[in-house]
């Protein structure tokens, strides 16, 4: 299932840099561990251009430490597979997880065609069609202020 949420861009930055991984939300629309959450960047009644993709790991509902109708939810960013020029010429190409760093060399195809839609390493579910991926690496080269 996907939920489409505004976020304010204070937020939305965190988000971008990786240091924000949780949501605080109204518990009223069915959130499940798995589903993917678009976040709509949102400012003074407007969304701006940007949007950004992550996927729930986690949902705390424990009454005592949410508020009255409210959760928390964990969540992970999309990865993305980083191509790597090649090393030695021996038509051998790695691929970098843009979460992790983790590289991978694959002798055959595309991270794709090896199934790998989950980094190994961290686990980071990789980025689905090309839409997704190109709207996530807009918003992340559009930072304002990136100390990446
Ligand atoms: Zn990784």
Redesign the pocket.
């Known amino acids: 299932m996907k939920h489409d949420l505004k976020i304010l861009p204070e937020y939305f930055v965190e988000v971008l840099r990786g240091n924000k991984t949780f949501e605080v939300r109204k518990d009223d629309r069915s959130y499940n561990v798995g589903d993917e959450i678009v976040l709509h960047e949102y400012i003074c009644g407007k969304y701006t251009e940007r949007t950004m993709s992550v996927i729930i790991t986690y949902i705390l509902r424990n009454p005592d430490y949410c508020k009255d109708g409210y959760c928390i939810i964990g969540f992970k960013q999309y990865?993305e597979w980083k191509e790597i020029e090649e090393q030695g010429g021996w038509g051998d190409t790695f691929y970098r997880?843009?979460?992790?760093?983790?590289e991978w060399l694959l002798n055959d195809g595309k991270p794709k065609d090896n199934n790998m839609n989950f980094?190994?390493?961290?686990?980071?579910r990789m980025g689905g069609d090309k839409n997704e991926q190109s709207s996530y690496s807009d918003s992340w080269h559009s930072l304002p202020d990136s100390s990446r």
């Open positions: 990865g997880c843009s979460v992790c760093n983790e980094c190994p390493q961290c686990g980071s």
